[in-house]
């Protein structure tokens, strides 16, 4: 019965990536539609090889909804996040939030990425901040380091100037939400290095959340209460 499932589930996968790349997608990937999708979800939530094979080979691949209606787009990022708050754990064990925000990195090289000024840009951002917000749901100091790796790794994958302005922006938000323990993260060797070289290799577009990150790291460093860490980077 499992692998009847999982056969099931790949080939619900299949169809639904193959409607996404289709010329018609914007009138059979309808918010009816995304729904159905997330109620097949639910009933496969109790089997944990069945949940984690949909949520990993359809649910996260957000480029298939590109295509789609906006607002069939809104719905099924809304069933992702709330997914992700729920099942905290699986996201974990599937690393949903490094695969999604790949798939938001790599859906925005595409061609429909490039028309980001429209409703393909909502998806990618959408996408991102659902990453951003699984990735700090087991950890109150925000985004682990490296998670903060992947995503700056993202950056430079990211041929899109939109797309790195969103990831970019989307990191900027967390480091200022979650305060001096997110900014003790970004000074470590690991992960200020390679934010570093955003400011030379980056977009344009991108450098301008960029500079702002590293200018909220500085006054960070100021700060009486900073950690010793982040003084000493500081120094």
Not at 117 to 125: C, N, S
Request: aromatic content about 4%; charged content about 15%.
């Amino acid at each position: 019965a499992d692998a009847l499932a999982r056969d099931v589930i790949g080939a619900l996968s299949h169809l639904v990536r193959a409607i996404g790349a289709g010329t018609h997608a914007r009138a059979l990937l309808t918010p009816a539609v995304a729904d159905a999708v997330w109620d097949i979800q639910r009933a496969a939530q109790p089997h944990t090889q069945l949940a984690d094979g949909m949520l990993c080979q359809l649910l996260l691949r957000v480029e298939v909804w590109a295509h789609a209606v906006p607002e069939a787009q809104k719905r099924h990022l809304s069933h992702l996040s709330h997914h992700a708050a729920a099942n905290a754990q699986q996201w974990v064990r599937c690393d949903g939030a490094a695969q999604l925000l790949d798939a938001a990195t790599l859906g925005g090289n595409g061609e429909v990425g490039e028309a980001a000024a429209g409703e393909a840009r909502a998806l990618w951002d959408g996408a991102v901040a659902c990453a951003f917000e699984a990735a700090t749901m087991v950890d109150p100091a925000g985004i682990n380091a490296e998670m903060l790796r992947h995503v700056l790794y993202a950056v430079t994958r990211a041929r899109s100037p939109a797309v790195q302005e969103s990831l970019l922006r989307a990191l900027l938000h967390n480091a200022r939400t979650h305060g001096l323990p997110a900014a003790e993260r970004h000074v470590g060797a690991d992960v200020w290095l390679p934010l570093l070289c955003l400011l030379w290799t980056a977009s344009a577009r991108a450098r301008a959340p960029a500079l702002r990150l590293v200018g909220w790291l500085v006054t960070s460093a100021e700060l009486s209460t900073a950690p010793s860490a982040l003084r000493r980077w500081r120094a």
